[in-house]
């Protein structure tokens, strides 16, 4: 698998970042971030709601294209490995749990959500939507959790974003 470098998109608002490269993936290029403050529509697996507070998380969707099938599972692991390690360097101690989430302390901190479009026996795109709970400390559940819960700390969330995205890139190149 060979990746573009990447295009960063930045949108204040929308609907879902999955859902924007769904309806766009056809004019942009490979290894598309796009990343927004805040989601009217977020949505993870089974059209579960993302909940999410305006500004307080990190919420991005990237478009890999015109892969083969054998590259999702590699691609899968190397973004949550990605994730992981990124989590570690804030001192957050997770662990992943199929198919799409990871938890600290059995509570949900992050989720992905990866969505295909097959075209003969190739991906014509995998399109892959992170939340990660950043800053957030009020859940309308009790099974989830933030960075600043588990760690005390408010953490700028354009750093963040920019650590990930670099952790994300080098494992892609390593583990690809």
Request: hydrophobic share 40%; aromatic share 10%; glycine share 2%.
């Amino acid at each position: 698998m060979r990746l573009d470098s990447p295009k960063f998109i930045f949108l204040e608002s929308v609907d879902s970042t999955n859902n924007y490269l769904k309806q766009n993936y056809q004019s942009l290029k490979n290894n598309t971030f796009v990343r927004t403050n805040f989601q009217t529509e977020g949505y993870g697996q089974f059209d579960r709601v993302w909940e999410a507070e305006k500004e307080a998380n990190i919420l991005f969707s990237v478009l890999y294209k015109d892969l083969k099938l054998n590259d999702l599972n590699n691609l899968k692991e190397a973004i949550i490995n990605a994730l992981l390690s990124f989590l570690k360097t804030l001192k957050v101690a997770a662990t992943f749990v199929e198919p799409n989430d990871i938890y600290v302390n059995n509570k949900k901190i992050l989720g992905i959500l990866i969505e295909t479009k097959i075209a003969n026996s190739n991906l014509e795109y995998v399109i892959i939507g992170v939340g990660i709970n950043v800053n957030q400390t009020k859940f309308e559940t009790k099974l989830a959790t933030s960075i600043k819960l588990e760690t005390n700390e408010s953490h700028n969330i354009n750093n963040l974003y920019q650590s990930l995205i670099k952790e994300i890139i080098e494992e892609l190149n390593y583990s690809l």
